[in-house]
T-cell receptor
């Protein structure tokens, strides 16, 4: 597609359940990023994939969070044993290559609510 | 060294006024400075960007001013309109460094009153 697609757009889950969030980047974009945005707050970096290199996981807040990127394209962010503090909008972005001036293209995000 | 500090956190401007958002950085290796605009329920979208070889870049009502010696850059929105009400993020990165990502400022929530 023309943009970054994220699904689902909204997810309500019970505390303790696992959730999977999906990101389809722009075709040909080798770099993919996940961010978290709490209500009215800034962008919290979670994880970054660049081509076939090992991902930069330095932003993941706990070992309940993990992500993978299959075939250099679609990425899935998994949150295990969700907690109420995990409630936020999870944003995915992609870019042609990291470290260029091409900029990031963001998806519209997945709004996660843990009840 | 990787921080980008953005101010103010929120801003209220009358329609027709000038909105000014400021950012400061520490890492002198940064050489790409974009601004992103985010409307409620949407992801941030690239608005305008500047490289440090110029001191100003203008696109319509939006202007980036860049001061390399002070390590500061700012976004000016001329003739601000209610439709400009959004959250704005500045960012910085190093071009041609494949391991380097954008470092974002904390965001500014702009409200333009009719």
């Amino acid at each position: 597609g023309a943009g970054v697609s994220q699904s689902p757009s909204n997810k309500v889950t019970e505390k303790g359940k696992d959730v999977e969030l999906r990101c389809d980047p722009i075709s040909g974009h080798t770099a993919l990023y996940w961010y978290r945005q709490s209500l009215g707050q800034g962008l919290e970096f979670l994880i970054y994939f660049q081509g076939n290199s090992a991902p930069d996981k330095s932003g993941l807040p706990s070992d309940r969070f993990s992500a993978e990127r299959t075939g250099g394209s679609v990425s899935t962010l998994t949150i295990q044993r969700t907690q109420q503090e995990d409630s936020a909008v999870y944003l995915c972005a992609s870019s042609l290559v990291a470290g260029t001036s091409s900029g990031y293209t963001f998806g519209s995000g997945t709004r996660l609510t843990v009840v | 060294q990787q921080q980008v500090k953005q101010s103010p956190q929120s801003l209220i401007v009358q329609k027709g006024g000038i909105s000014i958002i400021n950012c400061a950085y520490e890492n002198t290796a940064f050489d790409y400075f974009p601004w992103y605009q985010q409307f409620p329920g949407k992801g941030p979208a690239l608005l305008i960007a500047i490289r440090p070889d110029v001191s100003e870049k203008k696109e319509g009502r939006f202007t980036i001013s860049f001061n390399k010696s002070a390590k500061q850059f700012s976004l000016h929105i001329m003739d601000s309109q209610p439709g400009d009400s959004a959250t704005y993020f500045c960012a910085a990165s190093i071009v041609n460094n494949a391991g380097n990502m954008l470092t974002f400022g904390g965001g500014t929530r702009l409200m333009v009153k009719p």
